[in-house]
């Protein structure tokens, strides 16, 4: 069963910098493509990033290109979320999900407000 737990987020002002963190188990994670994706107060749940399961692809969103890196960590069963240059616009609940089966945790929450 995929278990995914997020961890990492927050409040932060604009243009700071922030790192989600995914520990993942119950399915083989260094075999798996992963996303990060976010939902912000009543908008749609959209797709931010995503990784291959060796880390060399990886693909992101035009709002956040540039600003955000997606990783891994095999060996740790973790998946990241670096983001840089903060906007208002960030403000939402980040989720990391499995691709495949489409499952994601419970979220962690930023809030980017000065």
């Known amino acids: 069963e995929v278990h995914l737990v997020e961890s990492g987020g927050g409040l932060v002002e604009p243009g700071g910098s922030l790192t989600l963190s995914c520990a993942a188990s119950g399915f083989t994670f260094s075999t798996s493509s992963m996303n990060w994706v976010r939902q912000a107060p009543g908008k749609e749940l959209e797709r931010i990033a995503t990784?291959?399961?060796?880390?060399?692809?990886?693909s992101y969103s035009d709002p956040v290109k540039g600003r955000f890196t997606i990783s891994r960590d095999n060996a740790k069963n973790t998946l990241y979320l670096q983001l840089n240059s903060v906007q208002v616009a960030d403000t939402a609940m980040y989720y990391c999900k499995h691709q495949a089966t489409g499952q994601r945790g419970q979220g962690t929450q930023v809030t980017v407000s000065s």
């Open positions: 990784i291959s399961p060796g880390g060399r692809m990886k």
